[in-house]
């Protein structure tokens, strides 16, 4: 089935420093979506991205869809201690959403 | 609006004993799934459902089974866990197939 694939596993930033993910699909997506999770939390979510070369904002997140539709990134810009946890993307599958293994933010003030 | 619920929050098991995670939705949802969620795996699906009364197998379905008797409910049940269960399992529902998913606040799983 379709995978989508996230990078990096992890990645630690000292606060105020820039942060970005990846994710990419060896298919052409329909859409994307991006959630976080808190630690001990739950996966929520942030944003879905459906056309082509979509960029969209939320305060100092920036995500973005590629032109073909293939993979999408997550940037986060000056990152702050809130911004720890888990990011994954998910894409269509069988009437469900498949999800990369996510990247683990950690920020060190 | 208690959005998705998922009991217990904790549950440690003994191998081969059976139990029964419950989730519950209020948004009236038709799409609803089961995950579980390892260490540097992310989600994999266990199950989900289209609608009351239908169920279907997701990426890893053995030694699960699942049941959707009311539109607002989703089981998941292990009839003999096994200490490859040992995991946090994620409830989540959406109105459509591939629309934002609402997830539940997990289960914690430890089988000995």
């Known amino acids: 089935g379709q995978q989508v694939m996230q990078i990096p596993q992890y990645q630690h930033v000292q606060e105020g420093e820039d942060f970005t993910t990846y994710c990419n699909s060896s298919t052409t997506l329909s859409n994307i979506q991006w959630y976080k999770q808190r630690p001990g939390g739950h996966p929520v979510f942030l944003i879905q991205l459906v056309k082509s070369g979509e ?23 000056a990152t702050q201690t809130t911004d720890v946890g888990t990011y994954f993307c998910a894409g269509p599958g069988n009437n469900d ?4 293994a996510g990247t683990r933010l950690t920020v060190k003030p | 609006n208690a959005g ?12 081969g004993q059976s139990m029964t995670l419950l989730c519950a939705q209020d948004m009236n949802h038709e799409y609803m799934y089961w995950y579980r969620q390892d260490p540097g795996m992310g989600l994999r699906l266990i199950h989900y459902s289209v609608g009351e009364g239908t169920t279907a197998k997701g990426e890893v379905p053995d030694g699960y089974n699942v049941s959707r008797l009311k539109k607002q409910n989703f089981l998941l049940g292990l009839e003999s866990a096994a ?29 000995t």
Request: aromatic share 12%; charged share 20%; proline share 6%.
């Open chain 1, 97 to 100: 959403m498949r999800f990369g």
């Open chain 1, 55 to 77: 960029v969209k904002k939320q305060k100092r997140l920036t995500f973005q869809f590629g032109e073909a539709k293939k993979n999408s990134s997550l940037h986060i810009t």
């Open chain 2, 4 to 15: 998705v619920t998922q009991t217990p929050k904790f549950r440690v098991l003994k191998t």
């Open chain 2, 83 to 111: 200490p490859s269960q040992t995991s946090v399992y994620f409830c989540a529902s959406t109105p459509t197939g591939v629309g934002e998913q609402y997830f539940g606040p997990g289960t914690r799983l430890t089988v």
